[in-house]
């Protein structure tokens, strides 16, 4: 699967949330989500928890640049034992690199998917990623530099790295600090 998305830190929510109800971007959900990376270099592969009831395997690969960027993934989906098995094979033969917790307040407009994350350790953060699986590349484009500019997002610091890169847990390959 392909997505665009584009990553940005904030100080608050305030003004993108004025955005988002003064545009109906529709129902929020609240997910807590923990992950855990692992490096596979150049693929980047990390288990998901969310609310303790959803457990996903997801692999990507995204290019470290500033700006929309395109990334391609893949996610599989375990029930809590199968995704306990694979947690556990994962830790023995790749070692986990970082955990991170994050409050994810998250709503859908149209292929677009609109994360506003509270990072343990990191802060706030916009993250927009816009589903490609119906669109072209100048359609996904498009609607996700509406979105961008909707919720005023060009004056904020693009970041080009994972929340996990973020964190400086993968030598050689991160610096110990946030590259925005």
Not at 11 to 24: E, H, P, Q
Not at 130 to 154: P, R, W
Request: net charge positive; aromatic share 10%; proline share 2%.
């Amino acid at each position: 699967m392909k997505n665009l998305e584009i990553k940005v830190k904030v100080g608050d929510f305030k003004s993108v949330l004025y955005a988002i109800n003064k545009n109906n971007f529709g129902d929020k959900k609240i997910l807590r989500q923990i992950d855990v990376y692992y490096q596979l270099f150049p693929k980047k592969i990390k288990t998901r928890e969310i609310n303790h009831r959803e457990f996903e395997l997801i692999s990507y690969l995204r290019p470290k640049t500033e700006g929309s960027k395109l990334s391609n993934y893949e996610v599989v989906n375990f029930n809590r034992q199968e995704f306990n098995e694979i947690t556990n094979t994962m830790d023995s033969v790749f070692g986990r690199k970082v955990q991170i917790d994050k409050k994810r307040q998250l709503w859908i407009y149209k292929n677009t998917r609109i994360h506003l994350d509270t990072v343990s350790e990191l802060g706030k953060f916009v993250e927009l990623e816009t589903v490609m699986d119906s669109l072209k590349l100048e359609q996904a484009k498009e609607q996700h530099q509406n979105i961008i500019n909707l919720l005023g997002l060009e004056k904020y610091p693009q970041c080009r790295e994972s929340y996990g890169e973020m964190m400086g847990k993968f030598p050689n390959l991160t610096s110990n600090r946030i590259n925005l």
